[in-house]
């Protein structure tokens, strides 16, 4: 079976759950989701999701994003939503990109890195992910986490849910992977093109769309260096700066195991 869903208007929305565990029961399937964002949701999308009956969506965008991009709700809408306001340190990609000469797969390629290494650490992260454990422990029907693009801010807490949960490294990375479907990226670099144009007046060529649309290996392997660096391994993260510490995590494989 799949896991990517096929909706109009949402990108990369497929559901996490499902792999084997070191626990000897796999995570739940139906009841873990992580996609783009919602704003251009369909009606036929918006119907598709309420009978998904989502208990939580878990809205990882800065509060610009969710002004510039609104999320759609359906009719009766009735789900929690985790998001916050807090100010990020750093300008967000439409804004770094107007002072650039030139578009290219290197910025990318770097700003993703770099991006990576301090995002665990921003104030506003440690908020969400906070509040999305915390919300895991108690789940009571089906979540979906994203961000804009459902691809490193969702990718970056799918992976600590899965090292929770007890998923296999190989398999933590392979369902990160999964955003390079080659089916789909054609489909993410037509409207990212128009978009950054919109934004920044600036054109990019199609190897760079290809990098910004794309999740790497390193990235994902530089947030782990990174929180292992300041925190001496995931688990000290999750604890230390999260507050996730070994009995919510066990709440938390209640939740989500077979």
């Known amino acids: 079976m799949g896991r990517h869903i096929d909706f109009d208007g949402i990108d990369n929305f497929r559901d996490f759950g499902g792999y084997d565990t070191s626990h000897g029961r796999p995570l739940k399937r139906g009841l873990l989701y992580?996609?783009?964002?919602?704003?251009?949701?369909?009606?036929?999308?918006?119907?598709?999701?309420?009978?998904?009956?989502?208990?939580v969506i878990v809205d990882l965008r800065r509060s610009d994003e969710r002004m510039r991009e609104p999320s759609k709700r359906w009719?009766?809408?009735g789900a929690a939503v985790v998001e916050n306001d807090i100010l990020s340190d750093h300008a967000d990609w439409a804004t770094l990109m107007k002072d650039l000469p030139a578009i290219t797969p290197q910025w990318?390629?770097?700003?993703?890195?770099?991006?990576?290494?301090?995002?665990?650490?921003?104030?506003?992260?440690?908020?969400?992910?906070?509040?999305?454990?915390?919300?895991?422990?108690?789940?009571d029907g089906p979540l979906v986490?994203?961000?804009?693009?459902?691809?490193?801010?969702?990718?970056?807490?799918?992976?600590?849910t899965h090292h929770i949960a007890g998923v296999s490294h190989d398999d933590m990375l392979a369902d990160y992977l999964l955003t390079n479907d080659e089916s789909r990226l054609a489909r993410k670099m037509d409207f990212l093109g128009p978009w950054i144009e919109t934004q920044t007046g600036l054109v990019a060529p199609r190897e760079a769309l290809r990098v910004a649309v794309s999740v790497n290996t390193d990235y994902l392997e530089t947030a782990f260096a990174a929180v292992t660096a300041r925190h001496g391994s995931i688990d000290g993260y999750l604890t230390q700066a999260l507050g996730v510490g070994a009995a919510l995590r066990a709440r938390i494989r209640e939740r989500l195991l077979t």
């Open 34 to 55: 992580r996609s783009a964002n919602h704003a251009y949701a369909t009606e036929a999308d918006l119907e598709r999701m309420r009978q998904m009956e989502l208990a």
């Open 75 to 77: 009719p009766g809408f």
């Open 108 to 139: 990318f390629y770097d700003d993703s890195k770099g991006y990576y290494a301090r995002a665990p650490f921003e104030a506003r992260h440690v908020d969400l992910f906070r509040r999305y454990f915390e919300t895991l422990a108690g789940l």
């Open 145 to 160: 986490v994203h961000c804009a693009a459902g691809k490193d801010r969702t990718g970056f807490i799918c992976a600590l």
